[in-house]
Each structure stands twice: as structure tokens, then as C-alpha cells.
């Protein structure tokens, strides 16, 4: 249904709000689907100021917005009053360097970052190449949310090479990987990419046992903590670990809180939850021991009992 003169005066004076307003489902703050999110973090990247429009909270603008811009999708950015397009044209722009001129923003050369590839990962890479002219990316956004896959390249690339195999990052995502580390670690799957990468904001890794049963072998200096109840200790438990008791959290807060700890349970769901909350204390080098003691009877030391 067309708008009427009213309407769209009002979406005239929404889109001229600000110098860049943005149309989303959610809002700046609290994104509520992908392709809105994608685009915030583009805009935050730039370091322009910029409004957001939450088309959830009145169909009417979510349905009429679609209207005035005969764009049928959200979210839509809108520049000096001129709309610019949904998520796959921002990003496109952004990479292209358009959108930056768009919005007057002198950009700094991206330097390519330093990565590293250990030799497991780089020949699982190798292995999976097609030869179709299709290229490793490695995407990292605001959140430092991974995805790695092959893909053909694209306007503003920045390329790196290690180990012999080409990566591929946009700009957004270079600046979030210098000093990354890719390796290829067993799984019960057959293996899987870990990525470690320095520039993260602190939050949970994972461990595997036989990744802790190797700092054990090295002798590398960490904290484990059991956080079963004196009922499950009972029947297996690792003899280096901490029971999560009273007087083993007091230890466990006393240490300084760049230490290395790891959280064990039975299957590794319970020692998340805690070390998720010993996070938020402070702790910035947090590991969860994924599978548990069961992994570490099934993988590791067999003598240690299963229930």
C-alpha cells in the first residue's frame, strides 16, 4: 500500500535525524539479527556517530520503511538523508573503501597482521583446497566470532600467507588478527581448527585432556579445580585438582588473576558454568576441561574409575 503525504513526511524527517541513521531490528547497543549486527559493527569501525531506527517496536515503520525505500529487506543505511543500501551493499562498500569516502572518513592502510599455522593445520588446509581459485578467509567480527572457510577473493582484501597457504581477510577482520595462531587438534570427530588469538577480550577456552595431560608432561604452571561434589570425588578424580570447596576457592581467589585455571567436572557442562563465573571475577586466563573426567578415563589415564 503506498504511504500517504503524512507518512512519508515522517520518514523524510526519520532518515534526516541524524547524518547516519540506520534502520535495524534492535538497537546500537543490542542487535537483534545478524545482518543488523554486521552492519553496526561496520559503522562502529569507521568511528562515525550514527542513530538507529528499531523497526521492531512499530510495524508501521517496519513495513513502511520498506515502502519508502522500495527495499524490501533490514536492515537500511541512510547518509545524509540518501539511502545507501542493506548489509551486503555496506559491506561491499566498506570493503571497496566506499562508504568510508561516503561518510568522510580518512582511512589508515590496514597492515597485513602476523599469523602463524602449525604444520597439523596448514596440511588439513592443503588437503581441503579444491584448486577452483577460491582461497582461505578468515572472518572476525566485534565479538571475535570465527569463521574460516574457502571463498573467492574480494575488493580490499588483505592477504597473508603462512605455512604456505594464502588467507584472505577484509579489513574489519585484519585488524582483529595480527599475532593469531591457527592449529589442527585431535576430536573425537577425527579434528577441528583452534584458534588462539591474543587480541581477544578475556572469556572461557577450551581444553582438551590430552592438551592438559601435555601441560602436566611440560611441567607449565596452572591451577585445576574440581568443582564436584565430595560424592563424585569419591570415585574418580584427578589427583592434581582442587575441590571447589570453601577452602579451595579461597586459593583459587588469592592467586593473581592472570594464573592459569582450569574448571573439571564429570562431562565439562557444571565446570563452564564456573568458569564463567570466575571470569567475571576477574580471571582473564580461564579454561574449561571439555569432557571432563570422562574424557580423561576414556583418553588419558584409564585406572580412573567411569560412572
Not at 534526516?16 to 538497537?27: W, Y
Not at 577484509?170 to 599475532?179: E, I, L, M, P, Q
Not at 561434589?229 to 592467586?255: Q, S, T
Request: net charge negative.
Amino acid at each position: 500500500m503506498p504511504l500517504s503525504d503524512q507518512q512519508r513526511q515522517q520518514f523524510d524527517d526519520l532518515v534526516k535525524k541524524s547524518r547516519v541513521v540506520l534502520f535495524m531490528k534492535g538497537n546500537k547497543h543490542f542487535p537483534q539479527c545478524g545482518f543488523s549486527a554486521q552492519v553496526i559493527g561496520i559503522l562502529k569501525e569507521t568511528g562515525v556517530p550514527f542513530e538507529t531506527v528499531n523497526v521492531l517496536s512499530d510495524p508501521a515503520v517496519r513495513d513502511g520503511i520498506k515502502e519508502y525505500s522500495s527495499w524490501p529487506t533490514i536492515p537500511q543505511l541512510y547518509v545524509d538523508g540518501e539511502f545507501l543500501g542493506g548489509c551486503d551493499i555496506v559491506k561491499e562498500m566498506y570493503a571497496q573503501g566506499d562508504l568510508q569516502k561516503k561518510l568522510g572518513v580518512v582511512e589508515k592502510p590496514v597492515a597485513p597482521p602476523a599469523i602463524t599455522l602449525d604444520e597439523k593445520a596448514a596440511k588439513a588446509i592443503k588437503d581441503a583446497d579444491e584448486g577452483n581459485g577460491e582461497h582461505l578467509r578468515l572472518e572476525i567480527d566485534e565479538k571475535f566470532q570465527y569463521e574460516l572457510y574457502f571463498g573467492p577473493p574480494a575488493a580490499g582484501d588483505i592477504e597473508v600467507v603462512a605455512s604456505g597457504v594464502k588467507v584472505l581477510f577484509d579489513k574489519a577482520s585484519a585488524k582483529r588478527a595480527n599475532g593469531i595462531r591457527i592449529q589442527w587438534v585431535d576430536t573425537p570427530d577425527g579434528g577441528a581448527f583452534k584458534i588462539e588469538n591474543p587480541n581477544e577480550p578475556a572469556r572461557v577456552k577450551s581444553l582438551t585432556v590430552t592438551e592438559l595431560k601435555a601441560w602436566m608432561d611440560q611441567g607449565k604452571a596452572f591451577e585445576l579445580f574440581d568443582v564436584r561434589g565430595e560424592d563424585e570425588r569419591k570415585v574418580a578424580k584427578i589427583d592434581r585438582a582442587h575441590a571447589l570447596d570453601a577452602a579451595g576457592e579461597k586459593h583459587l581467589l588469592a592467586l593473581d588473576k592472570k594464573t592459569p585455571v582450569v574448571f573439571q567436572c564429570h562431562h565439562g557442562v557444571r565446570s563452564k558454568s564456573a568458569a564463567e563465573r570466575f571470569l567475571r571475577e576477574g580471571f582473564t586466563n580461564v579454561y574449561n576441561l571439555e569432557g571432563g573426567i570422562e574424557a580423561w578415563s576414556t583418553k588419558v589415564d584409564s585406572k580412573v574409575a567411569r560412572y
